[in-house]
């Protein structure tokens, strides 16, 4: 009989591959110390990274279930566990804890549906894994738009992957925006909730949203002011899970642990509760 891995024991893990995406953020690529992926997930979950002696911080899981041979995490260094991860090298053991959260209904709720996802900033990294597993499964789904900002041209995560691989997919319209002007951008220009509204999408779209409160907050505004519906947006809240277990009370609202309810919510589910997040 094959005993269930516990997610509450780290595996030793090694850094294959680092990626600059970014000033202030890079992709890290680890295996398991036999060569494989670690664990499998659903694309939205979470994973705590840590050295013993340094800490731990939990992480989206930035590649799609579809990669057998690897996980991904691009992380901005913005503290004490994540400035220690971007000065590691390739060949680095870490170990890894995981995987935790409910990740988005892409065989439920997503099947059939034509999508919308709307990203600021490092808010890509989680629905990267999304994006990707629709990508590899594209006859589920009807059809995509993705809609993504930063502050600057180099502060678009994952910029050569968009531009050479989703900007060129039939069925896939990517939309980009950066704040302020820039030499060389001949793209849009403007905030990401401005952007949405100026886009001014069809209303039979099921809406896939992260990045800062503020962008998720005007452009939940934005979009109820095209006519789209609370229940047809959904996001995550990984960034208020501390433990991931459901222990330490940390990111509990109302009656839900964002941990063990989410971190994915349908944003009518969230209307319901304290007006915390």
């Known amino acids: ?63 799609s279930p579809t990669q057998e041979d690897y996980l991904e995490f691009s992380i901005k260094k913005c503290g004490c566990v994540t400035s220690w991860l971007h000065a590691i090298e390739v060949g680095q053991q870490i170990t890894v804890r995981g995987p935790y959260g409910n990740g988005f209904p892409v065989d439920t709720d997503f099947v059939g549906k034509d999508l919308l996802f709307v990203a600021g ?32 041209k180099d502060d678009l995560v994952d910029y050569e992957e968009i531009k050479n691989e989703w900007c060129k997919e039939d069925g896939i319209n ?33 809406v896939v949203m992260c990045g800062p409160p503020i962008m998720i907050k005007f452009t939940l505004a934005g979009l109820e002011e095209l006519g789209f519906k609370r229940d047809q947006v959904y996001t995550t809240f990984e960034l208020k899970m501390k433990c991931a277990l459901g222990k330490c009370g940390r990111c509990n609202i109302g009656d839900k642990y964002v941990c063990k309810d989410g971190p994915v919510f349908r944003l009518d589910q969230m209307a319901q509760l304290p007006d915390e997040y």
């Open 121 to 152: 900033g490092i808010g890509l990294a989680p629905l990267r894994s999304v994006i990707n597993y629709v990508r590899h499964y594209r006859d589920r789904y009807g059809k995509v738009d993705i809609v993504y900002g930063a502050r600057t």
């Open 1 to 63: 009989m094959t005993m269930r891995r516990d997610p509450l024991i780290p595996v030793v893990a090694v850094v294959t591959d680092i990626r600059r995406d970014t000033p202030d953020v890079k992709t890290f690529r680890v295996v398991g110390l036999d060569g494989k992926k670690p664990f499998t997930t659903i694309p939205g979950q979470c994973a705590f990274l840590s050295m013993p002696g340094i800490g731990e911080a939990l992480f989206s899981v930035t590649s």
């Open 174 to 206: 990517v939309h980009l925006t950066i704040d302020i002007q820039q030499e060389g951008w001949d793209g849009n220009v403007g905030f990401v909730p401005n952007y949405v509204k100026e886009l001014g999408f069809d209303t039979n779209k099921t």
